[in-house]
């Protein structure tokens, strides 16, 4: 797993679309799901780990953004 993409791809496994229009609350229920998948074992520690990672990293990224925008 190595983009936001493919963490989409692992939820939409698990028939979770996450498409609000609006990037970071995208990232922010993406977050939430993966959260939820993890706590009933639906998917491994590695790929929990994995996706969490990108997911903080590319909300960091945006929220940095909109900083800099405003």
Same mark, same amino acid.
């Given at each position: ?9 692992l ?5 979770? +679309?996450?498409y609000?229009?609006d990037?970071?609350g995208?990232?922010? !229920?993406?977050?939430? =799901?993966?959260?939820?998948?993890? $706590?009933?074992d +639906? ?10 990672? !990108?997911?903080?990293? =590319?909300?960091?990224?945006?929220? $940095?953004?909109?900083r800099?925008?405003t």
């Open positions: 797993m190595k983009t936001i993409y493919d963490v989409q791809q939820l939409k496994r698990y028939g979770s +679309f996450v609000t229009g990037r970071l995208d990232l922010e !229920l993406m977050d939430m =799901e993966l959260t939820e998948l993890h $706590k009933w +639906f998917i491994s520690v590695e790929d929990y780990t994995m996706a969490k990672l !990108l997911l903080r990293s =590319e909300i960091s990224k945006v929220e $940095k953004e909109r800099g925008n």
